[in-house]
């Protein structure tokens, strides 16, 4: 008996997601009871932390191994990346929103791929609605050499992006939690002008997609300092997504950055082809602030510089920022008069 309540007595800590089973708990046979109970702990420590530490960092250090030659667009590398990427949607049943996981185009001799996936909602009318979660999965291919070291492995630059998309098509297939469509994109062709999100961004506004919103990620793989909000979103005063998402996460998770004015950083990552294209809210997402990461477009930008706990928490803060987003009724986040 102290066993069972010391065991309730942890399930009631956890939560009140764990609370409402525990009048489910009979006394007519004590060990399957307690084994009953222990399932249920395990089951809400895992619906507490859906993301884990041990994930990102095995994709992150993948991604951004001297395997993969740095990524540039075209090369061999990236042609691995790609392959991961596929692979990783296909283990979690993300599914291809094409025929194939890939949105080639051409750029004079070289052939990019864009990898998409697709976890359509689950809403009768709100599923003919799209979010889009992107991020870009090319790099430089090699930088000035340090000791030796060409490969500018891109760890943050934007490995840590990806790895988060991956993160949360794994959460929401399996989840099955999402009102809306949402499409996983992982563009190429960024370093070169956003010519990987630009060519997605056009084909689906040709083939006339309902898009909704579309939130870019890139560099969030360290942490700013104590006293500032976890992230920023660029053009944060174009659309009140900054104020929605933080309402949805019942805390503070993106907020302004001045200089992300000042360097134009709106219109120079991937969110911007989408705007351009539908005009609707599309913005970045970052936690890089240019004094929280030396090493840009380095040989340096390595696995080992990367937060791990912090890209953790990040990623599993953003979960029900994106819900909210996600199954809202109404298209609540929407343009600003500026």
């Avoid at 291919?141 to 943050?156: F, H, K, L, M, Q």
């Avoid at 000042?262 to 120079?268: G, I, Q, S």
């Avoid at 599309?282 to 004094?291: E, L, M, W």
Wanted: proline share 3%; net charge negative.
């Amino acid at each position: 008996m102290k066993k069972i309540l010391s065991i309730i007595a942890s399930i009631t800590i956890l939560g009140c997601g764990s609370q409402n089973k525990i009048s489910e708990v009979k006394n007519t046979n004590g060990i399957n009871n307690i084994k009953d109970v222990e399932k249920k702990v395990s089951v809400s420590k895992v619906s507490l932390t859906p993301v884990l530490k041990e994930d990102v960092i095995s994709s992150l250090e993948y991604l951004a191994s001297d395997a993969l030659e740095g990524r540039s667009t075209g090369s061999e590398g990236i042609e691995k990346a790609a392959v991961f990427i596929e692979d990783f949607f296909k283990e979690n049943k993300v599914q291809p929103y094409y025929k194939t996981y890939r949105d080639s185009f051409n750029l004079k001799d070289i052939v990019g791929y864009n990898i998409v996936g697709y976890v359509e909602g689950h809403d009768p009318m709100l599923k003919n609605e799209f979010v889009i979660l992107g991020a870009h999965y090319d790099h430089i291919g090699t930088a000035e050499p340090v000791n030796g070291d060409r490969i500018a492995n891109g760890a943050n630059d934007d490995a840590s992006g990806t790895v988060a998309v991956l993160e949360w098509a794994k959460y929401f297939a399996k989840s099955k939690s999402n009102k809306r469509s949402i499409l996983f994109t992982l563009y190429t062709a960024e370093e070169i002008g956003l010519k990987g999100s630009g060519h997605l961004a056009e084909r689906l506004k040709s083939e006339a997609l309902n898009l909704y919103t579309m939130i870019n990620f890139e560099m969030v793989g360290v942490p700013r300092a104590e006293n500032e909000i976890m992230a920023y979103i660029t053009g944060y005063n174009k659309t009140n997504m900054a104020e929605k998402l933080n309402s949805y996460a019942k805390e503070d998770v993106v907020g302004f950055l001045p200089k992300a004015k000042a360097y134009n950083l709106f219109k120079r990552s991937d969110n911007y082809p989408f705007f351009n294209a539908f005009k609707i809210p599309a913005q970045a997402i970052s936690t890089f602030d240019f004094t929280n990461f030396d090493y840009y477009h380095h040989v340096d930008d390595e696995a080992d510089k990367m937060d791990f706990d912090h890209m953790t928490s990040f990623i599993n803060k953003m979960i029900p920022a994106l819900e909210g987003m996600i199954n809202a009724e109404t298209k609540e986040i929407k343009m600003n008069n500026e």
